[in-house]
């Protein structure tokens, strides 16, 4: 298990390659198992999480390999097992997406209760509840998902009480193969979900109401293998901006897509950062003092929950009060502990974090315990004066490419060690 190890106070100058994103990823790889052929993605970042999934995968019969950095294939011709266990799902809350496509394509699927990082409860109640109005039959026993249909899922017309991400991209893989339409109402409209909808489509899915709240899937019989380019991360290109807000300088962030980032690039505006955007990087500066700014998470295309402890960070260093309040996952403010232990004037009341800016922050041994949280640390070593020390690292790696290479070639002092 490695720490980081940072001396802050240095301002960031340079250019950083966005990697591609790992919630685009996992979808994407799980999508390859509802049909049989070699499947090839590119722009895949090397992560744990992606380890982790094509692992699950092997488990289930398919093949993974990498010819060359960042691409992928996936023969999933002989995918035969259906069962997801508890050893492998545990790490990762994204494995419940090999869900719909098992119980699609083999008619059954048994996967263990999802896991990952303990933001909150993240319940798959809109899964269970939209495979059964599909027609699939499931049994909650021994913290596993048993599901089974006789023939092929049937369509219907489902609708989230809230969206959610994942239960969108479920429920899309499964309606795929579905008999008749399928209508998803309510439904999450993130950028990592157009991206699914666009490999499905090469797969031979017929879908229409990209990027609005409603979806239709008229079922098809088959799909075939496709080939398909994993979209940039978003949120490690606001965890960079956040980042060169937070100790000044001027970074060129490329290969990313400014118009996934709407309501973090104004709130970046609003707080005294120069953003200037073409069409695939931004320019991102700080010269100047912060602003404090409010701040509430809402689905896209809101401010983003998986950038709500960056600018945590951002704020304990601004000028000002500035209110957070997070609306998607009731325990994601567990890094409040640590970035105080740095000399963060936070307040806590429920879902709402009360920010008083500081002239600066001070370096000091931290934990990271998710992570957005690892990130957020992170931003704050980098921006307080002396040495800070993060442990359990391995949230990072979960993430976030080689996060600490990148910031080192931009000026920033900070080294990888064993703990």
Not at 6 to 33: D, F, M, Q, W, Y
Not at 150 to 156: S, V
Not at 245 to 250: D, K, N, R, W
Request: proline content about 4%.
């Amino acid at each position: 298990m490695d720490k980081i190890i940072i001396e802050g106070g240095r301002p960031l100058h340079g250019t950083i390659a966005v990697s591609g994103a790992k919630n685009a990823a996992l979808p994407l790889i799980a999508a390859t198992l509802l049909c049989p052929g070699e499947h090839i993605l590119h722009n895949v970042p090397e992560l744990r999480d992606i380890r982790t999934i094509c692992t699950l995968l092997e488990t289930l019969g398919a093949s993974c390999s990498i010819p060359k950095p960042h691409t992928l294939i996936i023969n999933s011709d002989n995918v035969n097992n259906y069962e997801a266990s508890y050893e492998l799902v545990k790490t990762m809350r994204a494995s419940v997406l090999v869900l719909g496509p098992l119980l699609a394509r083999l008619g059954r699927a048994r996967v263990s209760l999802p896991g990952g990082c303990a933001i909150g409860a993240r319940p798959i109640n809109f899964h269970m509840t939209g495979l059964q109005k599909l027609g699939a039959v499931l049994e909650l026993e021994g913290g596993y998902v048993d599901a089974f249909v006789k023939d092929r899922l049937t369509g219907a017309q489902l609708s989230f009480d809230i969206p959610s991400v994942t239960g969108t991209e479920n429920m899309l893989m499964a309606a795929c193969l579905a008999k008749g339409e399928t209508i998803i109402r309510n439904c999450a409209k993130e950028p990592e979900i157009g991206n699914l909808i666009d490999m499905l489509i090469g797969m031979g899915a017929k879908i229409s109401g990209r990027g609005t709240d409603t979806l239709v899937i008229q079922g098809v019989k088959d799909l075939h293998p496709a080939e398909t380019t994993i979209i940039s991360d978003r949120i490690e290109t606001g965890t960079y901006i956040a980042a060169v807000g937070a100790t000044g300088g001027e970074l060129t962030l490329v290969d990313c897509n400014p118009n996934h980032l709407p309501a973090f690039l104004d709130k970046m505006r609003n707080v005294g950062i120069s953003i200037e955007v073409k069409e695939n990087s931004i320019i991102a500066a700080r010269s100047g003092p912060l602003r404090s700014v409010d701040v509430k998470t809402n689905p896209y295309p809101g401010f983003a929950t998986d950038l709500q402890a960056q600018i945590m960070a951002l704020m304990a260093v601004s000028q000002g009060l500035s209110v957070i309040d997070e609306t998607i996952f009731e325990n994601r403010f567990m890094h409040v502990a640590e970035l105080q232990r740095m000399g963060a004037d936070i307040r806590v009341e429920g879902g709402r974090a009360i920010v008083a800016g500081k002239d600066r922050l001070t370096g000091a041994q931290v934990m990271a315990t998710d992570l957005r949280a690892s990130a957020s640390l992170v931003i704050a070593g980098l921006a307080a004066e002396g040495e800070t020390t993060i442990s359990r690292v391995y949230h990072l790696d979960r993430g976030y490419e080689n996060l600490d290479v990148k910031l080192r070639r931009v000026g920033a002092s900070i080294r990888r060690e064993p703990e």
